[in-house]
């Protein structure tokens, strides 16, 4: 079960596709993807519309199964494992966080970040768990349920609930997607602070240039392929390649012509 590819990667995938539907009517959303995302690093996915971010996501993280291909976290083989183990594996090694926050609405701050602990079966560590809480800046409401607080307080319990587990890497859609921009940027910082203080593996999807500039790497989709990458991104550069690549991605593929795409994921500008 254990297959440890390289050391310093906490996801790898390669050569993973995924196809939605049979013969004629059947849809390519991942079209031999390979990448590896290294441990304590934080990664934006990016592309237009349609291009298999969420795809790309959810079988990165064991959400959804690749039709073919390897994904490998935190040294674990995720084809290998059983629908039960695959759960408890997610459960134990991987967080997630998305554009809703997901709390219950009748536990406090530290309840909801303990329930996962509590569904794994783990006793809680007190000062642990008042550690997380005060990292993301809400030790003064530990005690205060989610509808006494922001959208952007609700978003960082969110983010401790998950850091509280020690994931390997955590998984992010649109987590800013419904905040306003300072809240946004506050909870963007409280992401980066996580990966530059505590080594935490941020993997991101965003259509927010801004956003992407928190990141390390900004990776580009278009049409279920990696087609470049920017590395230590600004939110200028970030726009400027999606401007151009949204241009790519709406013109009308030629004979052979998106299999070899703009830039590869080891490469380049488009």
Known sequence: ????????DAVRLESVRKTYGKGDGAVEALRGVSISFHRGSFTAVMGPSGSGKSTFLHCAAGLDQPSAG??????????????????????DRIGFIFQAYNLLAALTVTQNVTLPLK??????????????????GLG??????????????????????????????IFADEPTGALDTRTAREVLGLL????TAIGQTIVMVTHD?????????????????????????????????????GAWADEPAQPNQRPNSPATHSGGGF
Do not use: C
Not at 143 to 169: D, K, Y
């Open 70 to 91: 390897s994904v490998q976290v935190d040294g674990h083989e995720l084809s290998g494992l059983s629908e039960t183990q695959l759960t408890k594996f997610r459960r």
């Open 140 to 169: 003064k409401k530990r005690n205060h349920r989610p509808g006494q607080m922001s959208g952007g307080q609700q978003q960082r319990v969110a983010i401790a609930r998950t850091l509280v587990t020690e994931p390997a890497v």
């Open 1 to 8: 079960m254990n297959n440890h590819g390289r050391a310093g």
């Open 192 to 195: 980066r602070e996580s990966v």
């Open 209 to 245: 240039p801004v956003a992407a500039s928190y990141a390390d790497r900004v990776v580009f989709l278009a049409d279920g392929q990696i087609v470049g990458e920017l590395h230590r991104p600004t939110a200028e550069a970030v726009a400027e390649r999606m401007t151009h690549l």
């Open 119 to 136: 569904l794994a079966g783990r006793r809680p560590n007190r000062s642990r768990v008042n550690e997380v809480i005060d990292r993301v």
